[in-house]
């Protein structure tokens, strides 16, 4: 019986790691309302299992856009303090504040905002047509954070100028606290934060963004661990299916279109958001 | 400099860091951590529901007492090794970017990745504390 429970939460995390490394998102979206409904397992221990999973993913994700040149190093850095120490802050909530039935059905209930919220960002960049051109930004020339998107097949390089920096950091706090308070990676906020503020053009944005929520989840996920708030026979084959999911993930993402990548990620927001919300509201889960 | 402005892989004034080197070798770095933790941690599973299949999934991992775990103890050892490995490899990838980013003289940038790898050493006493 364990066994089989165990190849479940495997087969639920490879589908989390696919669209994970496609959205260049962590997975957790999919993989926390997963072992919650499905599973039955409490929403603190699920939250844990989705960090440590979202470390696999980002790392899995971000070796190879690494080859492909895909990786803002330079701004990806300078976002993380914030999201570092957003990720930190989450766990703690989590873990120590929101914790019994009262903290439980708020965790829930920010999970739906959160996602929605995310949903209205997508939505706004959608609208948009794609990346923003933003003003000029001092922050930006000092810090040397403009780019360049590199060239594939006839396609040639592209360099493009990054603003709104001090917004992008904020969001990025956010982003950091979202995902040590849900077991997400953040890139929901992030990826949007880059290329409908920052002028980031989205492919790249994703591929960053993977790499940036390895370090975020992992300021969350060090909480949990050394707190012993991690369940090791759920968090180990999550860990395992994300890995094998973003394997096939990022081979897709080379073909995807940035358009169908953004209306994917709407579809998997909205079927979460309805999820969580009905088990914030007393909906048992099905297992 | 590109008649677009600075960008992320002109060098700083002065040597600068390689960005496109660098990138290049954290993804070796965190392909190997990656792949070497999920080997552990699929082993280490293996192992652990192997030796005991009674044990309660939602069972939680308290790293001082490894030995509780009875007749499964060591496929639990084997699975926090991989734990431990996982969460090693981003920190290894700040490590070896403020690494470069020192040898390249950028010190604006070893402030920030110095930053984070301040942020993920809280994150150690924090939890311990809580």
Not at chain 1, 244 to 256: C, D, E, P, S
Not at chain 2, 16 to 39: E, F
Not at chain 2, 41 to 60: E, Y
Request: aromatic residues 4%; glycine residues 14%.
């Amino acid at each position: 019986m364990l066994a089989l429970v165990l190849l479940g939460i495997l087969f639920l995390a490879v589908a989390a790691g696919v669209l994970g490394s496609l959205l260049g998102l962590g997975g957790g979206m999919v993989i926390v309302p997963g072992l919650v409904l499905l599973f039955g397992l409490d929403v603190h221990l699920a939250i844990a299992a989705s960090l440590i999973s979202i470390i696999a993913t980002s790392a899995g994700s971000a070796s190879r856009y690494a080859r492909r040149g895909l990786l803002h190093l330079r701004l990806g850095f300078f976002l993380e303090v914030a999201t570092a120490v957003g990720g930190l802050l989450g766990a703690v909530l989590t873990a120590v504040v929101l914790v019994g039935p009262v903290g439980t059905t708020v965790l829930f209930l920010i999970f739906a905002v959160v996602a929605v919220s995310a949903m209205g960002l997508v939505l706004r960049d959608l609208r948009r047509g794609g990346v923003v051109e933003p003003a000029p930004d001092p922050v930006a020339d000092r810090w040397r954070l403009h780019g360049e998107m590199p060239g594939e097949g006839s396609v040639p390089a592209r360099p493009f100028r990054v603003g709104r920096v001090r917004e992008g950091l904020a969001l990025s706090l956010v982003a950091g606290v979202a995902s040590g308070l849900l077991g997400i990676g953040g890139g929901l906020y992030k990826v949007p934060a880059m290329t409908g503020l920052m002028g980031v053009p989205f492919k790249m944005a994703s591929a960053t963004s993977s790499l940036m929520i390895g370090v975020t989840a992992a300021a969350g996920a060090l909480v949990y661990l050394t707190h012993g708030s991690v369940p090791p026979l759920v968090a180990a084959p999550v860990a395992v299916g994300t890995l094998a999911g973003t394997t096939v993930g990022t081979r897709l993402h080379a073909v995807a279109s940035s358009r169908l990548l953004r209306m994917v990620f709407l579809a998997v927001v909205l079927v979460a958001v309805v999820f969580m919300v009905l088990r914030g509201l007393g909906v048992t889960s099905v297992a | 400099m590109s008649a677009a402005g600075p960008s992320a892989q002109d060098p700083a004034p002065g040597p600068g860091v390689d960005v496109s080197r660098l990138s290049v070798r954290l993804g070796v770095l965190l392909r190997a951590g990656v792949v070497s933790s999920a080997v552990l941690l699929a082993l280490g599973v293996a192992l652990t529901v192997g030796l005991d299949p009674s044990l309660p999934i939602d069972r939680t991992l308290d790293l001082g007492a490894l030995g509780t775990w009875g007749v499964s103890t060591p496929g639990i050892v084997l699975t926090a090794l991989g734990f431990a490995v996982l969460l090693a490899t981003p920190v290894a990838r700040v490590v070896v970017s403020l690494a470069a980013f020192a040898r390249a003289g950028e010190r604006d940038f070893v402030g920030i990745v110095a930053a984070v790898l301040v942020v993920l050493f809280a994150s150690v006493l924090v939890g311990l504390w809580a």
